[in-house]
């Protein structure tokens, strides 16, 4: 890579290397130094590594702070997606702290007011950092600090311990909330994150109190049951940090100024009151009226209280991990997770959230209400759409238009058709013709096409008279208007079809892999499955046959590995196309993660992994990977439980329905009752009865 050029800037040396991208030092033309961080080669091919560099790229462009790390430019090279950022000098936090050194109160003080600051910039736009620690916080040479990283690589870090001992890694820095369910955080995550990182700094060890051999699964408990030691933390910090790492979200503030004024603690010592004589019944009497009187008002509040959970329900949809829709006598209300109501039982229906918000429909009229079931969007609408990058679409008297998340009308209500926002532009149809508008309402690109798709790497397929061809978001044609069917830009390249036969052109609409295939996939894992002759097999992104062409059907490459059909029998190929396992099997899913796959043999479904290994015997009637903590939902002689990916049973196999919510959170049915238990099968909420609908019955 070296001497290579990307974007005017030229590669001079290496930097470092981590597990997802290598960073090189640059200059362009002017002498101008760069930091370029580039995704490594052997992800290449992989969707989800470039939609993190991506999504990188877009957090940190957003942002304009002094003491965040700004990023330059974006771009793509022998299709690796490289960051151009700012070059620091300096070095970060978590290496100063490994070297033992100790900061004056001064200059911890500045250092927390500038992550103060730049964590509320960040939080402004609706970006969470997820990975705030001592190597993410930068000291540049003028004694300022840059954070760093904003969410490329989630491969956890290997515990670097400190001369006294003390771990340094990710998981020390991590939220309660982080570590139950990192899928659903919060912009408190962060706070708490900055928090655990300046007690350390203050008091010159971690504040859980660790011991050179605990384990990450140690730590990670005394965080979620909130055991910090912050005694050693200075007096004039204890608010600000205290502030900061409460043990739920909602206990937790960014306090600006860490002073706090010294308190004289007074131990005074109050003589008890001699009682005036009064006459004794009467004394009695106020007793027993002030007693009956609190037992009526705790009576009626419990009461009340108890009225706000639901007894019974037909139908739910999980809205979110904390708010459920509930359907009794045909209608809806929204519910938290111990099934009490946020909202009565009134609405027509209730779609999922969607920026905080969730469609639902009263009298006929669509609207939005948030999370405590208050109004905030009023039911007037025909029909409407989910937010998509902050603006939803409407429609009101046959017209459509959209709105924001204040419910202010951002464009006129003139369209016939709309399709959602995607990177700033939305599909809008008028009088017959589609064109592209941006999110001030402003026509962007005219409407004169027939049929229109969205953008991707750049390039949007539009129809003209009849044929498709591929436009730019300034609306210049960039590929003629010849193809018969397209699909979107995926990794460089476009399927198209020309004449009856797929193939597959660049960006610059030159054909690289000839027309003459029946049927086409993208690429995944740096392989296409093709159909030529009535027979799948696969092609390498120069168009050369790796494969032959004789399989029935073919799922598509993941972890190193692709299911194809031969003789009615599912079995496994590897890149060369070797045979990994015999062809035996009834069906068969993707690969999950940990290299393990679902598959059915003999009615029965099981678990290989990417070697061909049966690793889950084959004897449960359904299954499917809960995305939380490797579980795994099966089903075993009708009964509902939850195992691990090394067929370890964690919930036994006893319920009528099992829903994982958080590694900790799982939603049960059994009898007819639903309720929370955790995975040491403990209930947590209360139950609620399922009602039988009337369908049933």
Known sequence: MKNKTLNSYTLKHLLGKGGMAEVWYAENNLGKPAAIKIMLSKFIGEEQVVKRFESEAKAIVQLNHPNIRQVVDYGDFENRPFII??????????????????????????????????????????????????????????????????????VRDEMSMTQTGQGLGTVMFMSPEQINDPKRVTFATDIYSLGMVFAHLLMGKSPLSIIGNDSDFTIQTKIVNGDLDLTDVPNNWVTAIQSAVGTTPEERILILDSEEDDKTIIDIKVEPKK???????????????????????????????????????????????????????????????????????????????SKGLAIVKLKGKWGFINNLGHEVIPFKYDEINYFYEGLAGVKLKDKWGFIDSLGREITPFKYDEINRFSKGLAIVKLKGKWGFINNLGHEVIPFKYDEINYFYEGLAGVKLKDKWGFIDSLGREITPFKYDEINRFSKGLAIVKLKGKWGFINNLGHEVIPFKYDEINYFYEGLAGVKLKDKWGFIDSLGREITPFKYDEINGFKEGLAGVKLKDKWGFIDYLGHEITPFKYDNTALFYFNNLVAVQLN???????????????????????????????????????????????????????????????????????????????????????????????
């Not at 600051?117 to 040479?141: C, M, Q, V, W, Y």
């Open 85 to 154: 950022m700012e070059y620091l000098e300096g070095e970060d936090l978590g290496k100063l702290m490994q070297k033992g050194e100790r900061f004056s109160d001064e200059v911890l003080k500045k250092w927390w007011k500038q992550c103060v600051s730049a964590l509320e910039h960040t939080h402004s736009k609706g970006i969470i950092h997820r990975d705030i620690k001592p190597s993410n916080l930068f000291l540049d040479k003028s004694g300022n600090i840059k954070i760093l990283d904003f969410g490329i690589a989630k």
């Open 275 to 353: 009682p005036k004589k009064t006459d004794g019944d009467n004394s009695k009497r106020r007793m027993l009226s002030i007693t009956i009187g609190l037992i009526l008002v705790v009576f009626s509040f419990l009461v009340w209280n108890d009225s706000q959970y639901i007894k019974g329900f037909e139908d739910y949809k999980s809205l979110r991990g904390d708010v459920f829709a509930v359907k009794l006598n045909d209608k809806w209300a929204l519910v938290n997770e111990n099934f009490k109501r946020q909202s009565s039982f009134k609405y027509d229906e209730i779609n999922r959230f």
């Open 603 to 697: 009615g029965k479904w099981g678990f290989i992994n990417n070697l061909g290994q049966e690793v889950i015997s084959f004897k449960y009637d359904d299954t499917y990977w809960t995305f939380f903590d490797n579980l795994f939902a099966a089903q075993l002689n009708g009964k509902w439980g939850l195992i691990d990916n090394t067929n370890r049973e964690i919930i036994p196999f006893k319920y009528d329905w099992i829903d994982v919510f958080s590694e900790n959170k799982i939603l049960v049915e059994l009898d007819g009752e639903l309720y929370f238990i955790n995975k040491k099968e403990k209930r947590i909420s209360r139950k609620v009865q399922r009602l039988k609908s009337i369908d049933e019955e």
